[in-house]
């Protein structure tokens, strides 16, 4: 994702792009982050991340159900230059539900005790 600082149009519209590629550019790192530090990880790292990871894809289908059914029509409403955008970003959510579905069948289905670097690259797509 890149930032927008340089199209045109109002700073709210680009503000909040921008903000949505900052988070997003933050998560990609924590999990490269992670990656890295699977060799030296404490033993129960498995355990607290298979608990860290329901918790999130919790939170993460209420986020982008709260986006898609309200602040995106919302958006779309008061800037409809956005709208093409907006649309695409559901379609987005829409392949990352689809990826979350598959990660909470993987955690679920991966045992207590299993290594949890094979654990993280099975369920790897990057």
Same mark, same amino acid.
């Given at each position: 994702m890149t930032r927008h600082d340089e199209l045109p149009g109002p700073a709210a519209e680009r503000g909040l792009g921008d903000f949505l590629v900052? &988070?997003?550019d933050w998560l990609r790192a924590e999990l490269l982050a992670l990656r890295e530090r699977l060799d030296t990880a404490p033993p129960d790292l498995g355990a607290q991340l298979r608990a860290h990871c329901r918790a999130f894809c919790a939170g993460l289908v209420e986020h982008h159900t709260g986006e898609d059914r309200g602040a995106?029509? &919302?958006l779309a409403a008061h800037f409809p230059a956005l709208a093409?955008?907006?649309?695409e970003l559901?379609?987005?959510h829409r392949e990352v539900d689809r990826l979350r579905a598959e990660i909470e069948v993987l955690v679920g289905n991966t045992r207590p005790d299993a290594p949890i670097r094979r654990t993280?690259?099975?369920?790897?797509t990057a």
């Open positions: 900052e &988070a997003h995106f029509p &919302a093409p955008v907006l649309a559901t379609e987005q993280f690259e099975c369920g790897s």
